[in-house]
RNA sequence: GGACGCGUAGCUCAGUUGGUUAGAGCGUUCGAUUCACAUUCGAAAGGUCACAGGUUCGAAUCCUGUCGCGUCCACCA
């Protein structure tokens, strides 16, 4: 028997132990012993960003997923975790333009389109060299060998092919229509990708013939020759739709048109409005139901187009006050409020405001009919017609999906209702590539660039969450048909924070859904979102960030794992509190000391590490000479494994971890260890109560592992255990 | 405007289908120390489970309403 140290540090312990576990190979699922006698269990890993570094989002989700696993090799099954990261694309490349702009003062202008996307893949590439490293050390379990990066080239052929399977479905279409554009970044951007800032402005109400119109962005007004209102309202009674009124505007007299819609809100200001329909998603629909022109103003770089007479050339930043000052002298300016409060639209991925704007972009039509041939899906038998919201609905309908918490079914379906075709070209670099080539009138998709001279390629590529869309199946190696992916697809268990429902679970079902007529998981459990101790975000501005490598440095990976999952409910935000990462700590001390005790004390016993439960294994009630203490704490220790197993197999890791901590500490350490010190001195408990000791201990450690795994693992090893406590078999 | 969530000890939070004196971590107070652990042990203080009704033999838990906080979706010219 080895000496312990008083203390258990895990400085000197973790680096060797997870050395340990890589060599033997382990993380591997077709290296653990009988793998092909074990059911498959597949957790797929959200691929971190490769903009940065991780944070404590990343060290919770992360730590979820490796109990998970680490519970379910214990349990006999061939565990595959699957570890990745994810390119990016816009938010990567924002990054980076601003870091080059910061450093060197280029763009992306300075620059040759090949050149410029070889220098983010390195960005991207060395960034992912760090996230690497601290995954390491938080000590996941995940399958080095199988790594992916969603732009490397195995996940391009993946792309390419589902590209071109959706296009000959008819399912990417190309078209004309109103997106977000943003002027900064100078590329489109989905609509989940929007979000809403309220922001105060001067709110302008201006003479419009005999109308008051309101605005908060004069420089739109050019276009503006219609004027909108409910047909119900009375104000208006004596205009008629489709009536021709002469009236003074900014740069002279023009000819406006009165359109009677329901979009029109009477409530609102006066009830009439004026639209720009080239630059509103509304407007644009009002005036294609009723056939309006549709005039642009402002061009890509948010300057004023000829249609703005004199202004012409100037951005809209900066002509908005000249424009004022015109309305102002020609007297048509009749109130500036003050303080408006209203919501801007901008891009999420660190761009600008958003400026919606038609334009010809690729899409994927959410709601054209299409024929699965294969078809797993409940409720879509093979051969039926289907569409891909249908996919995307039926899935989680039918429970063939479960989705946990179950409130987020709810939100889910709702916005499958809202959803509209997904615009997944973005006019940037750093992507994948359309596959789609031009010469002259023709078009050409496929994986390859076709033959011939003359032929060139789209130069947009494609939104992130195409890519990872694919995920859980591009990585293990479709569209080859590889072993893993039968043996490993659909994944077990698929576990994103609830902010990436949309973005991310629904396309992967979408997916999933149309090129392999099947699911990508089948269970899904979203987790929150890690805040500071005070409830808020953690972010730059507060200056409140916390990096979980400062934490394991100083109190160990296991206390933070631990602290990590002990106080979180399911789906709800967890508040990160240092203190509680400390408690931890005191924890882990608190099962060495334990170990110690039980080690010292069974050192000179004649059972060894071969320890045998004579007593216990049939008919305890017969067995030898027995405490109540030692009834108690082994009832009391069934008891907990079953609990524990139940909670994990349902993902209440909280419970499970409380559950533990709870026994370790205030039954076994509180209660039985006390009374072992009396019963040790007894010669005919003496035998019984070591076997109480010892058995309980090793149950313990296997309990905490899937937590705990570094000093669960140690004093494992100090107990003289032959296996690694890592695939050691879960208690029963 | 629509939907959802939360409000439990000083602080951060657990509490699976309603069931005995409501729990943890941290903090506070008092006491203990050669015997595994001061990163410890024992004890204590501290909660009308936001509020008001209702269902029930019984409600922190289910229902209705009110107040406060938060999130998501839609978006107003």
């Keep these: 028997m080895k000496e312990l140290e008083k203390t258990y540090d895990h400085s000197k312990v973790e680096q060797k132990i997870y050395q340990k576990w890589l060599d033997s190979g382990y993380f591997n699922p077709d290296m653990l012993p009988n793998a092909k006698d074990r059911e498959p269990f597949t957790i797929a890993l959200p ?3 490769v903009t940065g570094v991780l944070h404590m989002g990343h060290a919770f989700e992360d730590t979820i997923q490796d109990v998970i696993i680490r519970y379910q090799r214990m349990r006999g099954r061939r565990a595959l975790w699957l570890p990745g990261t994810d390119h990016a694309a816009i938010a990567t490349q924002a990054k980076f333009e601003k870091e080059l702009y910061k450093k060197e003062k280029k763009s992306r202008h300075d620059f040759s389109r090949e050149e410029f996307f070889r220098m983010i893949q390195k960005f991207a590439l060395s960034n992912q060299q760090g996230i690497l490293s601290q995954l390491h050390k938080l000590g996941l ?35 004309k229509r109103m997106v977000n554009w943003d002027p900064k970044a100078q590329t489109t951007v989905s609509d989940d990708e929007i979000e809403y800032v309220e922001q105060k402005d001067l709110f302008y109400h201006f003479k419009y013939g005999p109308f008051d119109i309101a605005t908060v962005r004069p420089e739109t007004k050019f276009g503006d020759k219609y004027v909108v209102m409910h047909p119900k309202d009375k104000r208006y009674k004596k205009y008629k739709h489709g009536q021709k009124i002469e009236l003074e505007w900014i740069n002279g007299p023009i000819t406006a048109t009165i359109i009677k819609d329901e979009a029109a809100d009477m409530e609102f200001g006066s009830g009439a409005m004026t ?29 004023l187009l000829p249609i703005a007479g004199e202004f012409a050339g100037i951005h809209i930043k900066k002509a908005r006050l000249e424009i004022v000052e015109k309305l102002r002298k020609k007297g048509l300016v009749t109130k500036i409020e003050e303080n408006y409060v209203h919501n801007v639209a901008t891009n999420m991925r660190g761009g600008g405001i958003i400026e919606p704007q038609i334009k010809l972009q690729w899409f994927i039509d959410v709601n054209k009919k299409f024929t699965l041939k294969n078809s797993k899906i409940s409720g879509i038998p093979a051969g039926e017609k289907t569409t891909l919201k249908d996919v995307m609905r039926k899935t989680v ?15 889910y379906f709702h916005w499958i209702d809202n959803l509209r075709d997904w615009c997944i070209s973005r006019q940037i670099v750093y992507g994948h590539r359309i596959p789609v080539w031009y010469r002259g009138d023709e078009i050409h998709c496929d994986i390859n660039s076709p033959k011939g001279e003359g032929w060139l390629q789209d130069t947009d590529t494609l939104d992130t969450w195409f890519s990872s869309g694919l995920w859980t199946f591009s990585t293990l ?13 659909p994944t077990s268990v698929m576990i994103p924070g609830y902010e990436i429902l949309f973005f991310w679970v629904a396309r992967m079902i979408l997916m999933s859904g149309f090129l392999l007529g099947d699911i990508p998981f089948r269970q899904v459990v979203l987790h929150g979102m890690v805040r500071d101790k005070l409830g808020r975000k953690f972010s730059k501005s507060l200056d409140n960030g916390v990096d979980p490598l400062d934490m394991t440095a100083k109190y160990g990976t296991d206390a933070l794992r631990m602290a990590l999952i002990f106080g979180s409910g399911p789906g709800n935000d967890v508040a990160f509190d240092e203190q509680r990462v400390k408690g931890m700590k005191h924890f882990a001390n608190k099962l060495w000391n334990i170990s110690r005790y039980v080690m010292t004390n069974t050192e000179n016993a004649p059972v060894g590490a071969g320890f045998s439960r004579p007593q216990y294994d049939d008919g305890r009630a017969s067995a030898a ?86 000093v669960t693992e140690e004093i494992w090893s100090k107990l003289g255990q032959k296996d690694l406590l890592l695939i050691v078999e879960w208690p029963k």
């Design 625 to 710: 000479p027995t405490t109540d203490a030692d009834k108690n704490i082994l009832d009391k220790l069934d008891s907990v494994i079953k609990s524990v197993t139940n909670n994990l197999e349902n993902y209440r890791l909280h419970e499970a971890a409380q559950e533990i901590y709870q026994f370790t500490w205030h039954e076994f350490a509180d209660v039985y260890i006390e009374a072992s010190k009396n019963q040790l001195k007894d010669e005919k408990l003496f035998e019984q109560t070591l076997y109480t000791l010892h058995f309980t201990l090793l149950t313990i450690l296997k309990l905490l592992h899937p937590f705990m795994p570094f």
């Design 47 to 49: 691929p971190p960003n």
């Design 397 to 411: 309908e039918s429970g063939q999906i479960k989705i946990m918490p179950e409130r987020f079914e709810k939100i």
């Design 275 to 303: 639209i720009t329909p080239a630059h509103s998603a509304i407007d644009f629909e009002i005036a294609q139901r009723h056939g309006l022109d549709i005039d642009r103003v402002i061009d890509d770089r948010g300057v």
């Design 477 to 489: 190696g479709w569209p080859d048909e590889t072993a893993d992916l039968k043996t490993y697809h």
């Design 141 to 175: 379990s995940m399958d080095w060998s199988r790594l992916a990066f969603t732009l490397d080239k195995q996940r391009e052929k993946a792309v390419r092919t589902a590209f071109k399977k959706m296009y000959e479905a008819g399912l990417i279409y190309r078209g």
